[in-house]
């Protein structure tokens, strides 16, 4: 539905539904449905494993260190988050 807008779901404000970032505060993804930062299906707020790929939901903010939602950005302090492949970079 390009041009219709929805509601920042950090901030309220309304904003174009295939906006990346809201551009009043700044997070990732204010409209739609989250996406696993693994395999990119669709999460909800809340959900503990993403259904798709098993990917744990909970993650521990870089910036704060409390556990958040592992959405675009921390619930606490709002810093992005990213995932990275735990194997990625490691080897036994
Ligand atoms: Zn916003
Ligand atoms: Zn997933
Ligand atoms: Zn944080």
Known sequence: MPGYKHPCRYCG????????VCPF?????PTGSLRCPKCKSPIEEGWRNCSHCGLLLETTCPQ???????????????AVLTYVDPNQGKKK
Do not use: E
């Open 25 to 29: 505060c700044g997070k990732g993804t």
């Open 13 to 20: 404000k309304l904003v174009a539904s295939d906006a990346n």
């Open 64 to 78: 704060c260190k409390k556990t958040t939602f592992f959405g675009p950005n921390c619930q606490h302090c709002g």
